[in-house]
C-alpha cells in the first residue's frame, strides 16, 4: 500500500480559509467513506479532528469540516487561527488496513 | 477519560528485537483495534498494525515479516514485537485506539526508539 498523497506545505493569513487535500486511489479514499484527519502541534501526539469524511468529534471546532469527491478528500480549516499552526494528516480505511498521508505542514502567516 | 501510555526500552541495538507495550486505562478492550502507528524524526505518520480485542491482527505488509502484535486483556496491555531492528526502524511510536475504519480517537503520548548500537 502506498501512502496517501498530501501536500507538503500549505499557508493562509488569521481570517481565511485554508485547503488541504488528500489523494489516494479507488482501494482506499475512494473506496470508502472513511477518511480521518489528524492535527499535530510539535512534540504532541496527534489529535483526531474529522472522521468519517466529514464528522467532527465532539470539542472539535467547526471551523474545521471535510469533504470527499472521487479519490481526494479535503480539509478546510475556515477563520485561521494562530494555533492553527500545526501538521495535519489524513488517513484512510483500505479494506483491513489502514493509511497515512505524507502530511501537511500549515503555516498561519 | 481514556488513556494510553507506551513504555520499553529508548535504545535497541542493531538485528536486535523492538518491545514496546501499551497500558490502557478507563476503558475496556472490547470492541476496539488497539493499533500501533510509528513517526521516523521529522518525518510522518505510518501506521504499523492493530489487534482487535478478539486476538486476532492485521498487519502493514511492508513491515508484516517482522511484526508481532499481541494483547494481554487481564492487564489492559497490548505489545509490539519488531524483529531484525535497523536505523530505519527509530521513530516515536505511539499507540492508539482505532474505533474502527483508521478512526483513532486516542492516543499515547509516544516513546522514542532509537536503533543504534
Known amino acids: 500500500q502506498s501512502a496517501l498523497t498530501q501536500p507538503p506545505s500549505a499557508s493562509g493569513s488569521p481570517g481565511q480559509s485554508v485547503t488541504i487535500s488528500c489523494t489516494g486511489t479507488?482501494?482506499?479514499?475512494?473506496?470508502?467513506?472513511?477518511v480521518s484527519w489528524y492535527q499535530q502541534h510539535p512534540g504532541k501526539a496527534p489529535k483526531l479532528i474529522i472522521y468519517n469524511v466529514s464528522k467532527r468529534p465532539s470539542g472539535v471546532p467547526d471551523r474545521f469540516s471535510g469533504s470527499k469527491s472521487g479519490n481526494t478528500a479535503s480539509l478546510t480549516v475556515s477563520g485561521l487561527q494562530a494555533e492553527d499552526e500545526a501538521d495535519y494528516y489524513c488517513?484512510?480505511?483500505?479494506?483491513?488496513?489502514?493509511?497515512f498521508g505524507g502530511g501537511t505542514k500549515l503555516t498561519v502567516l | 477519560q481514556v488513556q494510553l501510555q507506551e513504555s520499553g526500552p529508548g535504545l535497541v541495538k542493531p538485528s536486535e528485537t523492538l518491545s514496546l507495550t501499551c497500558t490502557v486505562s478507563g476503558d475496556s478492550f472490547s470492541n476496539y483495534f488497539w493499533t500501533w502507528i510509528r513517526q521516523p524524526p521529522g518525518k510522518g505518520l505510518e501506521w504499523i498494525g492493530y489487534?482487535?480485542?478478539?486476538?486476532?491482527?492485521t498487519y502493514n505488509p511492508s513491515l508484516k515479516s517482522r511484526l508481532t502484535i499481541s494483547v494481554d486483556t487481564s492487564k489492559n496491555q497490548f505489545s509490539l514485537k519488531v524483529n531484525s531492528v535497523t536505523a530505519a526502524d527509530t521513530a516515536v511510536y505511539f499507540c492508539?485506539?482505532?474505533?474502527?475504519?483508521?478512526?483513532?480517537?486516542?492516543w499515547g503520548q509516544g516513546t522514542l526508539v532509537t536503533v543504534s548500537s
Open positions: 488517513s484512510s480505511y483500505a479494506g483491513s488496513n489502514r493509511v
Open positions: 492508539a485506539r482505532d474505533l474502527g475504519a483508521a478512526t483513532f480517537d486516542y
Open positions: 479507488s482501494s482506499d479514499v475512494g473506496g470508502y467513506n472513511y
Open positions: 489487534i482487535h480485542h478478539s486476538g486476532s491482527t
